[in-house]
């Protein structure tokens, strides 16, 4: 997406810590998203964060949010080989109805 | 729990044909959104509606048309296909003004030969 950046991969070990960056661009998002993307499938929303938060922790996912330098992380703490897949952040845009504007996407790795 | 419905889930059409997609959002869902995402591309949307209006409109071709029918379901239909349009198309939904999420359905894949 050209205005979200994402590094394009990302190979850990089993049991190992992830951590996907994003950079976007709109500070008056409000809210910001991680979607995970298995081979063939469709869009799952994994977790979201309010801008006025700085962290959210969910079972094995933490985010962190640096609204200052627009920049998000996914945490993917004891990472799977069921964890392998693409990683999308996205804002949302365009006023009441929130098209959503994805990153490039981060090809994740789990090996053994 | 219901979730959003696409059809066909594969299509293949030759250049120049028509194809039109099927998107049924999830029970009392009012705004739908369609993406495309090409080949290890990032989703990037078209269209959405919401109460059957044109919300929002995106990188949709002048070739392409959709519309949100009184029972919510939306089509999108796309004329003189071209190689390009090979791609995933995702229908998503989502609830009433105010709700977060959009969930998307499991796409459909068209493939132009």
């Known amino acids: 997406g050209e205005d979200v950046e994402q590094s394009l991969f990302l190979s850990v070990r089993e049991g190992d810590s992830s951590v996907i960056n994003c950079t976007y661009t709109?500070?008056?998002?409000?809210?910001l998203y991680w979607y995970k993307q298995e081979p063939g499938a469709g869009l799952q929303l994994l977790t979201y964060?309010?801008?006025?938060?700085d962290m959210k922790q969910d079972q094995r996912l933490t985010v962190l949010l640096n609204k200052k330098d627009k920049h998000l992380s996914l945490r993917i703490a004891d990472t799977q080989t069921g964890d392998s897949a693409i990683y999308f952040c996205?804002?949302?845009?365009?006023?009441?109805?929130?098209?959503?504007?994805f990153g490039a996407g981060t090809r994740l790795a789990v090996h053994p | 729990a219901a979730g959003v419905i696409q059809s066909p889930r594969h299509l293949i059409k030759e250049k120049r044909e028509t194809a039109t997609l099927k998107c049924y959002p999830i029970?009392?869902?009012?705004?739908v959104y369609w993406y495309q995402q090409g080949p290890g591309q990032d989703p990037q949307f078209l269209i959405s509606?919401?109460?059957?209006?044109?919300?929002d409109k995106g990188s949709i071709p002048d070739r392409f048309s959709a519309q949100q029918f009184s029972d919510y379901h939306s089509e999108l239909n796309m004329s003189s296909l071209e190689l390009g349009d090979s791609a995933l198309y995702f229908c998503?939904?989502?609830?009433?003004?105010?709700?977060?999420?959009?969930?998307f359905g499991p796409g459909t894949r068209l493939t132009v030969l």
């Open positions: 996205a804002e949302p845009k365009g006023g009441g109805y929130n098209k959503l504007i």
């Open positions: 998503a939904s989502s609830a009433p003004r105010g709700e977060l999420e959009q969930f």
């Open positions: 509606f919401y109460e059957k209006m044109q919300s």
């Open positions: 964060i309010f801008s006025n938060m």
């Open positions: 709109d500070s008056s998002s409000t809210y």
């Open positions: 029970p009392r869902h009012d705004t």
